[in-house]
């Protein structure tokens, strides 16, 4: 694994890195957004807590290759590791504003790769108790079958990390980027997988990581206004721009 210099993103061959350039967009509701800007942190839920049932899961057909004293391990990876998802698009997504804000409501940050992975700067806030990660890996989520596929490269089957940058392909539309991060004494043991943490929040150079805040399409005038008047308020210097994408047009 190779560590970039500058920051807490370490490369690691179960990730796939997406272009530098690559725009990412994280698209969430004011609160969250008052609550990164505030906290200069970007919130990582716990892998097991996110809704996909599958997160975390084995392909059937890995699942009977694999010797059964493995499998504790990919058990132990939804409940220890943490993650933070971002959608990879050149362009706004109409299917990301209407899941995450009908359109009238909700923000979108944008970044880009290069910018999401040096922004990560330390783990101050992960709460008593709780070892700190030592690295955090980014890269592009595969799609797949899981019935009839298995993971993309062999040499990524044996490890912990591989099902969290796995899911199936209904979900392709997310063109999803994740940052993970792991905490191995989440858990007690592998016998016992209920976590003592459900999400933790990384400390981020915001001035880095947020390129623009892009307010939803159908959001009213004082929506707009709300939301620059958080961005003054906490010196994020960073243009605030009212999504065009359900603009009428011209001709």
Known sequence: MEKLKGGLYQQHP???????????????DLAKLVSLISRRALYFPLASTLDDPYEGVLPRLLETMLPRDVIPVFKTSPVTSFVSC?????LESAAMWQIYSKFNEGVAIQSTFSRLTASFTGFAQVPKGLSRPT???????????????????????????????????????ESEVRAVCTIANNVPSRNELTPKCRGIHVDCDLGQLVEAVYVAPLAPTFFRECVEAVVRQFDLNVRVIQSDLMSRPLY
């Open 14 to 28: 179960v990730f796939k890195p997406a272009p530098a350039d690559g725009r990412v967009w994280r698209y969430l």
């Open 86 to 90: 971002w959608h990879l698009n050149s």
């Open 135 to 173: 690295a955090i890996h980014a890269g592009m989520v595969y799609y797949i079958d899981y019935d009839r596929e298995v993971f993309q490269d062999k040499h990524r089957w044996l490890n912990g990390l591989a099902p969290l940058m796995h899911k199936r392909r209904s979900f392709a539309y």
